[in-house]
């Protein structure tokens, strides 16, 4: 019992890591369709943005911001940059799904080049040693961070989405463009909003993952994946859908690793995926799209 | 063209009305190679009911999406002047700015957001102290959207659908409202209903483009009409000379017995006198 809980806490605090990221995946889906691969690459740029900063001496919450802005303007560049160019020139979702591939690439490339390959360690000024025992379970005081970072994250693109007149322009364009168009509602502007609070998420992420992983170029590789799982399993549409997803794959995957066997935990992730999309393509909480012609 | 300064959409200083809406022998394309419309040409002037009535295929709702600009590098050719300004080539949301709103065929609601929330979405960038006069002029056109406030627009019915999407249009206080088939779908006492809020619409002042499959419900409301066919328009005139006209009573009035409108069909096929 105690082993279960304990568990389950960790995989818990993983989890709301992975909603974080899966948020990020599944706002962007939502509202242009398209699937970015490079969602964690652009959180690991502004990681390394972040290591720089503390390098530098500044202080944490004057790196954590900065890391947020860098990873935001990214998003939003790349969209205004790259992606409506493209639409106009005509690209489809296909092709534009492989412009993001090609923005993870160019910020592998980047990464590399300015920050080196060797994996270094992020100064976190919370600790992942110092412990508290609440009933059975012992935790870290980083786990609870993780876990306030990823409530935190979740509750302010709940407030931005549900309670704002931007979120409500920002449902609006995800379910109908067109219409939203001839209302004279700025999509453009919407759309971008999108991309940058969903990058802005990721590199939340990033942050807190960096102390429990060293931080080298591909380190948002395997959060991203188990993001975009735990996508796949709440349903890609559906923003509810992301943090349910992956608070289960976290704790699954926790599970998985306590009672079965440590080398079949990453498995997990890819196991939901094809379990899902097998029996349940629109995910647990998502809607498939009904297109109309 | 006159010097005299004038009001965009306005009078010609020589005193003849200026179209609100100039369509100048427009070229829709589908596909770079596939002509949609073929060098249409309409003038709408303020304050007026127009209809284009035309069968299934011919360019209606084209026609309407090229002027609302949504349809990417289109037209190919011609010119479109709304209120004096040239708007070809332009952003929809820009067209939209305008004053130019396009309810499609399919409503253009947001069917996971309620009620309210797309009445909300219809006051986008509006600021003005008129915003609480229009929402009570729109519950007062359509109380039930009042009732179902908080429903998912989804949950509506056909015709109250068409109602949300006519009230959503009025709070965006249209200069154009361009409304694609508006009885589509309905029921007959629906679609009468919607039509009599259109004409109350129209005593407000607001200038409408309309297009229909129905051409006696639009030809009841409108001043004046026109019919295209494949991509062209064929005829124009007052609702009054439509409805006289032969071909029109025979093809889209449907006058007369079921033998005499096959066999005026088929005249009609032959004699092609458009």
């Given amino acids: 019992m105690e082993k279960l809980l304990q568990y389950a806490f960790t995989g818990l605090a993983a989890g709301s890591l992975y909603a974080l990221v899966a948020l990020g995946i599944v706002l962007i889906y939502r509202s242009t369709r398209v699937l970015n691969f490079a969602h964690g690459d652009i959180a690991t740029l502004a990681t390394f943005v972040a290591f720089s900063l503390l390098s530098s001496e500044y202080s944490f919450?004057?790196?954590?911001?900065?890391s947020l802005l860098v990873g935001a303007a990214v998003g939003i560049a790349f969209y205004f940059g790259v992606l409506v160019r493209a639409q106009r020139e005509g690209a489809n979702l296909l092709g534009m799904v492989i412009l993001t591939l090609g923005l993870a690439l160019i910020i592998q490339g980047v990464v590399v080049w300015w920050w080196g390959a060797e994996p270094t360690s992020l100064p976190f000024p919370i600790s992942d040693t110092k412990t508290y025992k609440v009933g059975l379970v012992v935790m870290s005081q980083l786990a609870l961070a993780t876990l306030a970072a990823g409530l935190v994250g979740s509750l302010l693109l709940y407030l931005l989405v549900q309670k704002t007149r931007l979120g409500l322009a920002m449902r609006a364009t995800s379910e109908?463009?067109?219409?939203?168009?001839?209302?004279?509602?700025?999509?453009?502007?919407v759309l971008s909003v999108s991309w940058g609070a969903a990058s802005a998420l990721g590199v939340v992420a990033g942050i807190f993952l960096a102390p429990a992983l060293l931080l080298d170029p591909f380190f948002m590789l395997d959060p991203f994946l188990k993001g975009f799982a735990a996508a796949v399993l709440g349903g890609l549409n559906s923003l509810p859908?992301?943090?349910?997803?992956?608070?289960?794959?976290?704790?699954?995957?926790?599970?998985?690793?306590?009672?079965?066997?440590?080398?079949?935990?990453?498995?997990?992730?890819?196991?939901?995926?094809?379990?899902?999309?097998?029996?349940?393509?629109?995910?647990?909480?998502?809607?498939?799209?009904?297109?109309?012609? | 063209?006159?010097?005299?300064?004038?009001?965009?959409?306005?009078?010609?200083?020589?005193?003849?009305?200026?179209?609100?809406?100039?369509?100048?022998?427009?070229?829709?394309?589908?596909?770079?190679?596939?002509?949609?419309?073929?060098?249409v040409s309409l003038e709408i002037e303020e304050g007026e009911i127009f209809t284009?009535?035309?069968?299934?295929g011919a360019g209606k709702t084209t026609l309407l999406r090229t002027i609302a600009g949504l349809l990417k590098d289109q037209p190919k050719k011609g010119e479109l002047v709304f209120g004096g300004r040239r708007i070809d080539g332009w952003q929809p949301e820009a067209i939209a700015r305008l004053g130019v709103v396009y309810v499609p065929e399919d409503r253009g609601l947001f069917r996971e957001l309620t009620v309210r929330e797309n009445l909300e979405l219809g006051l986008w960038g509006r600021h003005d102290d008129g915003v609480r006069t229009d929402l009570e002029f729109v519950y007062g056109m359509f109380p039930i959207l009042h009732e179902r406030a908080r429903q998912e627009a989804e949950t509506l019915s056909g015709g109250e659908q068409q109602m949300l999407a006519l009230g959503r249009a009025m709070l965006r206080r249209p200069r154009l409202l361009m409304l694609d088939e508006p009885s589509l779908g309905l029921a007959p006492r629906v679609a009468k209903s919607v039509y009599e809020a259109l004409t109350a619409i129209s005593r407000t002042g607001t200038t409408i483009l309309l297009v229909e499959q129905n051409a006696r419900l639009a030809l009841g409301v409108a001043r004046r009409g026109a019919?295209?066919?494949?991509?062209?328009?064929?005829?124009?005139?007052t609702s009054k000379e439509l409805m006289e006209n032969e071909d029109v009573r025979e093809v889209y009035l449907g006058v007369g017995t079921a033998e005499a409108a096959v066999k005026g069909w088929r005249l009609y096929r032959k004699r092609r006198r458009w």
């Fill in chain 1, 241 to 293: 859908g992301a943090v349910v997803g992956a608070l289960i794959l976290g704790v699954a995957e926790s599970l998985t690793g306590a009672y079965l066997t440590i080398q079949f935990k990453n498995t997990l992730a890819f196991l939901v995926i094809i379990v899902v999309l097998l029996l349940r393509p629109e995910g647990l909480l998502g809607k498939e799209f009904k297109e109309r012609v």
């Fill in chain 1, 61 to 66: 919450p004057v790196a954590f911001l900065g």
């Fill in chain 2, 52 to 56: 284009v009535l035309g069968p299934n």
């Fill in chain 2, 1 to 39: 063209m006159s010097s005299a300064p004038r009001a965009p959409g306005g009078r010609g200083g020589d005193g003849s009305p200026q179209p609100l809406l100039k369509v100048a022998s427009i070229e829709t394309l589908y596909f770079d190679r596939i002509y949609a419309l073929f060098g």
């Fill in chain 2, 227 to 237: 019919i295209l066919e494949a991509g062209r328009i064929v005829l124009e005139g």
């Fill in chain 1, 176 to 189: 109908n463009l067109m219409a939203a168009q001839t209302l004279g509602i700025p999509t453009r502007m």
